[in-house]
């Protein structure tokens, strides 16, 4: 097992010494807190998925897994933690599959043209791919090509490496960004494997760990926290090492949780957008035990006071239905072409800024005939929405304030339709009520209209077709 590591000052991963001259050109930094509950690929994905705001973010990537297993299904549900919330995956695929190594790089590569990866985002999924790849053989001490993978040999690897480089770069976090992380929690104890019962960290793990000298903690409980994937991609994007997440204002937040219990430890992995650091030089002083992260109270608007109605009626309206909070966001103008109108709605939904924006047509001062722009949005995506707003639409300011919402449990499915002996797989939004039944069947538009265009069958008669089949495989 590699040496426990104490720091009191940011420490140089010894892979980034060639970036440092990057380092000052770097647009943003970004931040993973793994100091609580370690890192493993799906944390990663569902701390991403929160950062880009959009559940189905990660869709497009399951879908190109099934044809390589068929009974891949995944599904995102929402948890919570004290004041932080966030998105945790569900998978579940053929467990009995398992990839060479050879094979597991072919699916990654084949993946990685189907969802359009840039060449960068190539790069990177190879990257933690081969990271991996030598762990694995230092740990056993086989060639690669000889490797039996095991665990790290279902579709599972390719949706943790692609997902994550896909996710990425759709937050915008491939490129001219400089990525820190505070020293990780790797568990304790024993974990069952194929290998049989083996002490944490696992062998692949122990090896990134010693190879790239990260600092890391025992605990804080005795479970495996720490995967071989998760450590695969945490090296492959961090550049430096801080102690903690102090001293950094944060300009945006994704959160996201992991499958296992961990008791009173919040099994979640954060990942922050910053913009000041911390400082270098502390006073060295022992460390406590990793503590679970704390979160600042996002600042709200002024509110009325309004009677609070009693907690067994909120009770039974929330219970069985999804909670969260959004921002909404207003301002009114009577000045703007339609061609600005339509660029504000690719900038705000395209780029995953916004949940919904709506323009409703209205009559302003002067009787003038205007718009009341509206924005439904993450809590932490004010700021740089208001700047959008402003930018586009020359308004002198903005409303802002906080709403809480109540949604029907939803999850989205890939389905596949046979047309002529061609497959295509289609994304479905399922949404239900609170006692489990089916309230709506919803394909997605952009899928229904690549089918459509391919086949020549009108949308009208396509929407009905792969209803029935998503209906089918869900019930």
Known sequence: MPERKKRSRIVRNADSASQIGVVELSK????????????????????????????????????????????????????????????????????????????????????CEEVELSDPAKEFADKVLQQLFKAESRAHDTPPEKLHLHELGTV????????????????????????????????????????????????????????????????????????????????????????????????????????????????????????????????????????????????????????????????????????DEVTVIETNVDDVDGEIMGLLFDELLAEGLAYDLVMIPAYGKKNRPCYVVKVIAPNEGLAQIAETLIKHLGTLGIRHTTWNRLKAPRETIVTKLEIDDKEFMVRVKVSRSVDGSIVAIKPEADDVLKVAKETGIPIRELKPRIALQAHAVTE
Do not use: C, W
């Not at 009995?96 to 072919?106: H, I, K, V």
């Not at 479970?223 to 492959?236: C, F, R, W």
């Open 28 to 111: 943003k930094t970004v931040l993973i807190d793994v100091s609580g509950a370690g890192a493993s690929g799906d944390m990663f994905l569902s701390a991403l998925i929160d950062i880009i705001g959009d559940n189905d973010a990660l869709v497009p990537v399951a879908a190109s897994l099934l044809i390589h297993d068929p009974t891949l299904r995944l599904s995102v549900v929402e948890k919570k933690s004290g004041k932080l919330k966030g998105p945790a995956l569900e998978v579940t695929l053929d467990q009995e599959a398992r990839l060479t190594p050879q094979l597991l790089d072919e699916v990654l590569g084949a993946v």
């Open 156 to 323: 599972d690897t390719v949706l943790d490496v692609v997902g994550t480089a896909y996710l990425l770069e759709k937050s915008g976090y491939l490129e001219n960004v400089r990525f820190l992380a505070t020293p990780v929690a790797i568990g304790g104890g024993t974990v069952k494997t194929e290998h049989g019962e083996i002490d944490v960290p696992v062998p692949a793990v122990a090896e990134i760990l010693v190879e790239h000298d990260v600092p890391f903690e025992d605990g804080p409980v005795e479970k495996e926290l720490l995967t071989p994937t998760g450590a695969a991609i945490l090296v492959s994007l961090v550049d430096e090492f801080v102690e903690e997440t102090d001293g950094f204002k944060i300009k945006a937040q994704g959160v996201g949780f992991g499958t296992q219990d961990l008791g009173d430890v919040p099994n979640l992995l954060r990942i922050l957008e910053v913009e000041s650091e911390a400082p270098e030089d502390v006073e060295e002083k022992p460390k406590a035990p990793p503590k679970p992260p704390k979160e600042k109270k996002p600042k709200k608007a002024p509110k009325r006071k309004e009677k609070k109605p009693r907690k067994k009626e909120t009770a039974e309206l929330i219970e069985g239905l999804i909670t």
